[in-house]
């Protein structure tokens, strides 16, 4: 069973940081592109952030400068780090585990909130 657990979200002040954790299980965590999405309330759902199995990165404009994706393999845990956040970063911050080629899987976590105020 496939499981992504987001945790690290909340309320924090304009130009504060949170860092969020995704930790995986039920795949082979080393060979995932783990990737970040958000969704804010009546938009669709955005790319963050992503890192793929040998560590290449792609980020939004939006985010770039300010959030940074990481991985740790031997805990199957990603993490986003988020400073100087903005209330447009208000949203549901999102896990995904995605692999393109076999075995292919594209996996969601429950999402965890973030809400930054002015």
């Known amino acids: 069973q496939v499981q992504l657990v987001e945790s690290g979200g909340g309320l924090v002040q304009a130009g504060g940081s949170l860092r969020l954790s995704c930790a995986a299980s039920?795949?082979?965590?080393?060979?995932?592109?783990m990737g970040w999405y958000r969704q804010a309330p009546g938009k669709q759902r955005e790319l963050v952030t992503t890192i793929t199995s040998g560590g290449n990165t792609n980020s939004a404009d939006s985010v770039k400068g300010r959030f940074t994706i990481s991985r740790d393999n031997a805990k199957n845990t990603v993490y986003l780090q988020m400073n100087s956040l903005k209330p447009e970063d208000t949203a549901v911050y999102y896990c995904?585990?995605?692999?393109?080629?076999?075995?292919?899987?594209?996996?969601w976590g429950q999402g965890t909130q973030v809400t930054v105020s002015s």
């Open positions: 039920g795949i082979i965590f080393s060979i995932s592109t």
């Open positions: 995904n585990a995605n692999r393109y080629i076999t075995p292919k899987y594209n996996y």
